[in-house]
């Protein structure tokens, strides 16, 4: 595979102005299929809502502990996670003991009621806090329209002619996470991170990061590449389900963030994933699959459930 040391950038002017994208597909290809990761710029979403869901996430996680801890994680997998109660059980990138140095709110998409035979199907849990919602849900439907243009422009970029996963995307699954890394010790140990080595398990990540930076993408000689904050960006990566749909040829790399700059830090990834009911197969187009059909609620049960529970047991001893 081959190595890289930057990562690369893509201007999304032609796919926001309806012009040909024809050139910005290859360029697509070859980013996501050397890097998994990229920079994209002239995406179209207002910089207001960049903003306000920004200050959102500062106004809430100013809040007593206390009353973070009124919206706690539930089994729909909304609301508070404090730090020092989250840990990768399931990564196998590296070994981890420690709980990732952070803090974070989750929503996703807003359900009336939970629905049993839906997994993840639910309401949110939202803070007392003003225009705190209003902040959120505007950001996450810009989000979600930016996901869907990414994600025909990836179908483009591996020349698919079946669209039929586009179905799946009428009623996606969102996760709009607003993470606060307070700074590391200085003398942190090696195994400590703010978010330990991962791969992002769904289709697209799209992340607004302030300007402290701290995220890092391992290359395939397992070099770990600086991903600094270009104002006004957002970093885009693949995850594993998109790396599936398209054979392999869209990777999914791993990242991680240690906050060593000694100032807290702010970030806002949002994962744009196919309904829970979608079954992922590779596309006709790619040759022989190399992966087996995967259901995509029942690997997300998979993946969530074990974290869930270590979560609730680091909870417990907090």
């Known amino acids: 595979m081959t190595e890289f040391n930057t990562i690369p950038v893509l201007d999304l002017s032609p796919l926001i102005d309806g012009e040909d994208t024809s050139d910005l597909a290859l ?9 998994g990761f990229g920079y994209v710029i002239n995406h179209g979403v207002d910089p207001a809502l ?13 809040l007593r502990e206390t009353e973070k801890q009124a919206i706690a994680l539930d089994e729909c997998h909304r609301g508070y996670i404090a730090i020092n109660t989250s840990t990768d059980v399931n990564s196998d990138l590296a070994k981890v003991t420690k709980p990732n140095q952070s803090a974070s709110f989750m929503m996703m998409r807003e359900d009336p009621e939970r629905d049993p035979d839906v997994y993840l199907s639910g309401p949110n849990q939202w803070p007392d806090l003003d225009g705190f919602r ?4 505007a950001y996450a439907h810009a ?3 930016l996901g869907n243009k990414l994600l025909r422009l990836a179908l483009d970029a591996v020349g698919a002619e079946d669209r ?10 969102i996760w709009l996470r607003l993470l606060h890394y307070p700074p590391q010790p200085p003398k942190a140990p090696d195994d400590l991170f703010g978010s330990a080595p991962h791969k992002d398990f769904g289709f697209l990540t799209l992340l607004a990061q302030d300007d402290v930076g701290g995220l890092q993408v391992q290359t395939p000689a397992g070099h770990w590449v600086d991903a600094p904050p270009i104002e006004g960006a957002f970093v885009v990566n693949v995850g594993d389900m998109l790396h599936r749909l398209s054979n392999g040829r869209l990777l999914s790399t791993p990242h991680r963030v240690i906050n060593a700059s000694g100032r807290e830090r702010y970030s806002v990834p949002f994962f744009f994933d196919p309904h829970v009911s979608a079954v992922i197969a590779p596309l006709p187009e790619t040759g022989i699959a190399r992966f087996e059909p995967l259901n995509f609620g029942e690997f997300l049960r998979n993946e ?7 979560h609730q047991a680091d909870q417990s001893e907090t």
Do not use: N, Q, W
Not at 304 to 310: C, K, M
């Open 304 to 310: 969530l459930e074990a974290s869930y529970d270590a």
């Open 134 to 137: 209003e902040a959120c849900e």
């Open 164 to 173: 039929s996963i586009l179905a799946a995307f009428e009623t996606p699954t």
């Open 27 to 35: 360029e697509f290809l070859d980013a996501y299929g050397k890097t």
């Open 143 to 145: 989000m979600t329209e």
């Open 50 to 62: 960049r903003a306000a869901v920004f200050a959102a996430s500062k106004e809430f996680h100013a």
